[in-house]
Nanobody, 124 residues
Framework: QVQLVESGGGLVQAGGSLRLSCAAS????????MAWFRQGPGKEREFVAA????????PYAAPVKGRFTISRDNAKNTVYLQMNSLRPEDTAVYFC?????????????????WGQGTQVTVSS
């Protein structure tokens, strides 16, 4: 069983930055592939970024490429999402997730454990 707790969301003006954190339980954190997804108002949940247990990032979703960076600190059992140059369309609830058994890195059905989400609101 893995528990995930996100933090770092909030209200920011367009062009600003936020860093989200996701703290995970479990002694084998470094073996988990992890990802960030988001769900905007009235939208389906969508992939944002993913990272392997060893710290290699997968290709980012097109809307965030060049602005967001995923990273992890296995010593702290934490994965991060640095978000720069934020836009109003980035407004969403952001979720971190753990993928244990494989599957496509950008497919939310491949992820077994989810956090409760953290709200990010970007004002214009």
């Amino acid at each position: 069983q893995v528990q995930l707790v996100e933090s770092g969301g909030g209200l920011v003006q367009a062009g600003g930055s936020l860093r989200l954190s996701c703290a995970a339980s479990g002694r084998t954190f470094s073996s988990y592939d992890m990802a960030w997804f988001r769900q905007g108002p009235g939208k389906e949940r969508e992939f944002v970024a993913a990272i392997t247990g060893s710290g290699r990032s997968a290709p980012y979703a097109a809307p965030v490429k060049g602005r967001f960076t995923i990273s992890r600190d296995n010593a702290k059992n934490t994965v991060y999402l640095q978000m720069n140059s934020l836009r109003p369309e980035d407004t969403a609830v952001y979720f971190c997730a753990v993928r244990v058994y494989g599957g496509s890195y950008n497919d939310d059905s491949a992820y077994e454990y989810w956090g409760q989400g953290t709200q990010v609101t970007v004002s214009s």
